[in-house]
């Protein structure tokens, strides 16, 4: 990586490997990193250089960035070239990636569940048990799904607090 500061060289390769255990490829984590600890937009030449990687790469990575809204495109006065920034409200940020990842793998898993929910008949005992261990799943996902929309209606402020309360939340509930 050329001309990083030690810190941003550290965060941007945690930031890359924390995405590989997410799911993310390390170049598209990695560019979302530099994108977020810059200071103003980037290019995609700038992009591939400050990280060594392949222009293709960073122009494949910055797509799927863009689409899942954390990275936008903005432009520089006299320069032609499209420039890139990330979104640094992390709450903002936490919040769009939590709506992408319910959109792209908990619906779909809901709907494929409810799907094998209908398929499965109640004559035998073998499909008694996936008709009810199913079932099961489909309620988890249902009310999971139902608190996060309850959760996702409120003002980014009432979440923050919601989350800060931690052990507080855990006495008025009665749990240890």
């Not at 977020?36 to 700038?46: K, T, V």
């Not at 990330?86 to 990842?101: A, P, Y």
């Not at 499965?120 to 799943?137: C, F, G, H, Y």
């Amino acid at each position: 990586m050329a001309e990083l500061e030690p810190v941003k060289e550290k965060f941007i390769l945690h930031w890359g490997e924390m995405g590989t255990r997410w799911g993310i490829n390390r170049t598209v984590a990695q560019i979302h990193a530099l994108l977020y600890l810059s200071d103003r937009p980037l290019h995609a030449e700038e992009i591939a250089t400050t990280l060594s990687v392949a222009r293709s790469n960073v122009s494949n990575s910055l797509r799927e960035l863009q689409s899942w809204g954390i990275v936008k495109i903005t432009h520089v006065m006299g320069d032609r070239r499209d420039h890139f920034v990330s979104l640094t409200d992390v709450w903002e940020m936490f919040q769009i990636i939590l709506d992408e990842r319910k959109r792209r793998e908990i619906d779909p898993t809901l709907t494929m569940l409810r799907e094998c929910l209908s398929e499965t008949s109640k004559k035998s005992k073998a499909d008694a048990l996936v008709r009810e261990r199913v079932q099961s799943m489909v309620e988890f996902f249902e009310t999971t799904s139902n608190w996060y929309q309850d959760l996702r209606r409120l003002p980014t402020g009432a979440v923050v607090k919601f989350v800060k309360m931690g052990g507080k939340l855990r006495k008025m509930l009665g749990v240890a």
